[in-house]
DNA sequence: CACTTGACCTGTCCGC
DNA sequence: TGCGGACAGGTCAAGT
C-alpha cells in the first residue's frame, strides 16, 4: 500500500500532472508528509539521470546521499530542504508541476488508501529521480515540466544559496508583524500590488493563486499601484493572506477518505477559493461574475465589484 | 535602479 | 481527427 507525500493536490485521475503546482500551503503540506514518513530513514541508492535538474556529481551522491540518514525536513519560502546525517541536505524546488511522492510503510497505513492506484503508476516518464530506501519504500521525485530542481550540498551552505540570502520573511513567522509587511510592500511603491506579493524578496511563499484570493479577501484591484493603496488596507491584505495561508495548509492536512469523498475527487484547496479558476462563476460575497484578466504575467481572477481598480 | 517581459519545459485544452 | 496557439499554483535573466 502506498501513499502520497502531498495528497491534496492529486485531484481527479486526468488531473494528475496540472494540479500539483505548489505554493506555500502546498510546500508544508509536502514537508509535513514527508517528515512523517521519512524521518529516520536510510537511503539505500539514488537513481537520476537529470543533470539540469540535478546537477550532482555521481560520486557526491554516492559519498553523502547513499547509506545516509534522514534527520529533518524542513520548509523555507517554496524550497524543502532534507537534512541528512551526513551534514548534507537535500535541496528541493518543485516549481510548477514538481511532486515528492511516497511509496511504502505498508504497516503503518494499512490497505485502501484513495491514492494507492495513482502511486502505484510510479515510477513513470515524468520521474526525474528515485530514492531508494533500505526498509523498501520509495521517494520519487516527479515533475512532468523539469521546471524543478533537487541539489545535494553541504547542510551549513544551503543559507548562502542565492535565494535564501534574498527571499523575504515567512508570512505565518510569529516576527512578522503587520508593520514590516506594510513597509516591504512599500518598497516597491509603483508596481501593482499582485506583482509585488509574487515577489519572494518582498514576502515568502505567495504565489499566483494566494496572491488572487487575498486581494478578493481585502477588496483591493490586483492592478492597483502600490503607492495608491493605504496602510490601514494592506493591513487588511495582510490579515486576509494570513488567513488564507493558514486555511490552506488545514485543508491541506485533510487527506482522509471523507475529505475526498466529499469531493468526489482526491481533495483540492480549489473547492474553498473564492476567485481563483472561478471566472464566469458568481462572487461569494456580492453575486457579481468573477473576471479573469492578465495581471503580472499572469492569469488572475477578481471580482470587478468588489474590487475597483483605483 | 525599478520594474516588466521572455525563457525555461511538457502537456492539455479549445477553436478552427 | 488534426493542427496552432494559449495557457499553466515559479523563478531568473534580459530587456525597457
Request: glycine share 8%; net charge positive; charged share 25%.
Amino acid at each position: 500500500m502506498y501513499l502520497l507525500a502531498h495528497v491534496p493536490y492529486q485531484a481527479a485521475d486526468n488531473c494528475y500532472n496540472s494540479c500539483t503546482m505548489p505554493e506555500l500551503p502546498e510546500v508544508e503540506t509536502v514537508r509535513i508528509g514527508l517528515h512523517q514518513f521519512l524521518l529516520g530513514k536510510q537511503v539505500k541508492a539514488v537513481s537520476f539521470d537529470w543533470p539540469k535538474g540535478f546537477p550532482n556529481a555521481a560520486s557526491d551522491v554516492q559519498g553523502f546521499l547513499a547509506g545516509a540518514r534522514i534527520l529533518d525536513v524542513r520548509r523555507r519560502a517554496k524550497v524543502l530542504l532534507i537534512d541528512l546525517d551526513t551534514a548534507y541536505s537535500l535541496v528541493i524546488h518543485l516549481k510548477m508541476t514538481g511532486q515528492l511522492v511516497y511509496k511504502g510503510d505498508h504497516e503503518r497505513f494499512g490497505a485502501g488508501h484513495p491514492n494507492d492506484s495513482l502511486v502505484g503508476t510510479l515510477p513513470d516518464k515524468s520521474t526525474r529521480v528515485t530514492f531508494d530506501f533500505t526498509d523498501g519504500s520509495q521517494l520519487f521525485f516527479n515533475d512532468q515540466r523539469k521546471f524543478g530542481w533537487v541539489r545535494l550540498m553541504p547542510t551549513v551552505e544551503v543559507e548562502h544559496l542565492d535565494f535564501f540570502q534574498r527571499v523575504g520573511p515567512e508570512p505565518l513567522a510569529d516576527t512578522f508583524t503587520p508593520k514590516d509587511f506594510v513597509t516591504r510592500i512599500r518598497r516597491r511603491p509603483k508596481s501593482g500590488i499582485k506583482a509585488v506579493l509574487l515577489d519572494q524578496t518582498i514576502v515568502a511563499g505567495v504565489g499566483n493563486i494566494y496572491s488572487d484570493e487575498s486581494l478578493w479577501g481585502a477588496k483591493i484591484h490586483p492592478e492597483t499601484k502600490v503607492a495608491d493603496i493605504a496602510d490601514s488596507q494592506l493591513e487588511v491584505l495582510f490579515k486576509a493572506l494570513q488567513d488564507i495561508l493558514r486555511l490552506s495548509i488545514e485543508k491541506g492536512g485533510s487527506t482522509d477518505r471523507n475529505y475526498v469523498n466529499a469531493e468526489g475527487k482526491r481533495g483540492s484547496y480549489l473547492t474553498f477559493a473564492h476567485v481563483f479558476r472561478r471566472e464566469g462563476k458568481p462572487c461569494p460575497r456580492c453575486g457579481t461574475t468573477i473576471l479573469k484578466i492578465r495581471a503580472a504575467g499572469r492569469g488572475t481572477h477578481l471580482c470587478p465589484n468588489c474590487q475597483i481598480k483605483v
